[in-house]
């Protein structure tokens, strides 16, 4: 409840430049955003699939992940999604140190660096767990604060049935930003079915990028 309250709050203060929760589009749009990887066998099978249905897409990868798998964070870039960063190690922010939440930004910052040939500028706390100093650092460097506007709890684990129907029952809306995650073969599973119904409703699927 508190979290939703300062995320409220955020929202209100802060323009979608500095903290994003959801991404104006003229046209009906959707932005999907991937976190925790890159995973050696679930990105690839992720990316085949949004190559399939010709959808662009957000990954907020880990710099770790990034070291170990880095053809496959340069295959996310090759195929025109958007590589973004998710710390180095995907710790507990509110359990380490302003210098320490840095050092997470900035080490992941310059491996996304590397492979992309240009700055990054966008930045998803772990577990969406956003303080002030964090969000300060992060105006001071010119870089969004990207949350999202929905969650498919797919980390829990759920039957890919279950998530499917939570989306029929709570329909997306223009400008949703909704995330997944690309750790476990369940958000494949998911979108291979909501995919092509969210494109037969008209909304065109874009990296935050656009």
């Keep these: 409840m508190l979290k939703n309250v300062v995320l409220k709050v955020f929202k209100r203060m802060l323009p979608s430049r500095l ?11 959707l932005f999907l955003t ?22 662009k897409a957000s990954f907020f990868v880990i710099g770790s992940n990034i070291e170990q798998y880095p053809d496959i964070a340069a295959d996310i870039v ?7 960063n998710h710390s180095y190690s995907h710790p507990n922010f509110s ?34 767990r956003w303080h002030v100093p964090t969000l300060l650092y992060l105006m001071r460097k ?7 506007s929905r969650d498919s709890l797919d980390y829990q684990k759920k039957e890919c049935e279950v998530i499917v129907s939570s989306f029929s029952e709570q329909p997306v809306s223009n400008g949703e930003v909704i995330l ?19 494109q037969e409703q008209g909304f065109t699927l874009k990296s935050l990028e656009m």
């Design 78 to 84: 090759r195929k025109g999604h958007t590589l973004a």
């Design 142 to 148: 010119r870089i969004t604060a990207a949350h999202w």
């Design 34 to 55: 991937f976190d925790d990887g890159p995973h050696p066998t679930v990105t690839p099978k992720l990316l085949d699939v949004l190559d399939q249905y010709g959808v």
């Design 95 to 128: 359990k380490i140190t302003m210098s320490e939440r840095v050092e997470q930004i900035s080490k992941t910052d310059t491996l996304i660096e590397q492979i992309t040939g240009k700055k990054c500028t966008y930045f998803r706390a772990p577990q969406g």
């Design 180 to 198: 997944f995650h690309d750790d476990n073969i369940l958000s494949t599973q998911v979108l291979t079915e909501l995919i092509p119904r969210w």
């Design 19 to 29: 903290f994003l929760l959801r991404r104006k589009s003229r046209e009906p749009a």
